[in-house]
C-alpha cells in the first residue's frame, strides 16, 4: 500500500502576506462605499458578510482589497483566527490588523489552512510568539515561521470535511439534549397541574394554574 509523504514548510514559503490598510484618521462607516473587514469582523463568533460596514476611502491599493475564498487573519486578541471568506457581496477592503494570506502554491487546500491555524499546535505558536501587554500583538515576522504540515491535496481535504462533519454532530446533539430538555420540564410541569396539593396554614393558597380552583 503507497504511503503518503507530508511536508512541513513554514508558512511563508505557502503564503505571501499582505498587512491590512491603516487608516489615518477616524474610519467613518455609512451605507456608501466599498465593504470594509475590520478587527471586530474576525471574531469567534464567526465571519458575517452582512454585518460589514461600507466607508469611502479614496486612492487605496489593490492590494488591499480581497475577494471570495481569501484567506484573512487577526494579528490581535485571543484565540487566533483565521477564515476563509465567503459570502461577500463584491470586493472588500481589509484594514489592519488584519493581515491577508494569500496562497502562493496549489498544494494547500484554503480550508485545510484556516483548520490547521485553528488547531492546538498551531495556537500554541501563535500564542508563545505575542507580544505586549494592553494590545498583545503577533508579530508578521514571526507568523511567517509557523510551521504548517502538508498532506497531499486530497487528504487536506477529507480532514476539512470530517471537521466539518464532527461540529455539526457536536452542535446537533447539543440541540438534542436542549430538546430534550424542554420536553422533561413540559412533562414535569404537566404531572405537577394533574396534583391536588393539601396545603394547610393561614393564607394558605393553590398555586396558579396547579391544583383545585379557589373557591369563591
Given at each position: 500500500m503507497p504511503t503518503t509523504e507530508t511536508h512541513v514548510l513554514p508558512l511563508s514559503e505557502i503564503c505571501e502576506f499582505q498587512t491590512g490598510h491603516?487608516?489615518?484618521?477616524?474610519?467613518?462607516?455609512?451605507?456608501?462605499?466599498?465593504?470594509?473587514?475590520?478587527?471586530?469582523?474576525?471574531?469567534?463568533?464567526?465571519?458575517?458578510?452582512?454585518?460589514?460596514?461600507?466607508?469611502?476611502?479614496?486612492k487605496v491599493s489593490q492590494r488591499y482589497v480581497v475577494k471570495e475564498g481569501d484567506v484573512v487573519f487577526r494579528t490581535r486578541f485571543e484565540p487566533n483566527i483565521a477564515y476563509r471568506?465567503?459570502?461577500?457581496?463584491?470586493?472588500?477592503?481589509?484594514?489592519?490588523?488584519?493581515?491577508?494570506?494569500r496562497s502562493k502554491t496549489e498544494a494547500i487546500d484554503p480550508d485545510y489552512l484556516?483548520?490547521?491555524?485553528?488547531?492546538?499546535?498551531?495556537?500554541?505558536?501563535?500564542?508563545?510568539?505575542?507580544?505586549?501587554?494592553?494590545?498583545?500583538?503577533?508579530?508578521?515576522?514571526?507568523?511567517?515561521?509557523?510551521?504548517?504540515p502538508l498532506p497531499?491535496?486530497?487528504?487536506?481535504?477529507?480532514?476539512?470535511?470530517?471537521?466539518?462533519?464532527a461540529e455539526r454532530e457536536h452542535a446537533l446533539r447539543l440541540e438534542i439534549a436542549e430538546k430534550r430538555k424542554e420536553i422533561t420540564s413540559f412533562a414535569l410541569l404537566a404531572q405537577v397541574r394533574k396534583t391536588r396539593p393539601h396545603i394547610s396554614g393561614p393564607g394558605s393558597e393553590p398555586l396558579e394554574g396547579v391544583g383545585a380552583p379557589k373557591s369563591e
Open positions: 491603516n487608516v489615518r484618521g477616524k474610519l467613518e462607516l455609512g451605507t456608501d462605499g466599498a465593504q470594509v473587514i475590520q478587527l471586530k469582523d474576525i471574531s469567534p463568533a464567526g465571519f458575517n458578510p452582512g454585518a460589514l460596514g461600507r466607508a469611502n476611502l479614496e471568506l465567503t459570502g461577500l457581496d463584491g470586493p472588500a477592503i481589509v484594514l489592519a490588523p488584519v493581515v491577508i494570506l484556516v483548520w490547521f491555524i485553528r488547531q492546538a499546535p498551531a495556537q500554541r505558536y501563535l500564542d508563545g510568539i505575542r507580544q505586549g501587554t494592553n494590545l498583545p500583538q503577533i508579530p508578521i515576522d514571526e507568523l511567517k515561521a509557523l510551521p504548517i497531499p491535496i486530497d487528504v487536506q481535504r477529507r480532514l476539512v470535511t470530517i471537521s466539518q462533519l
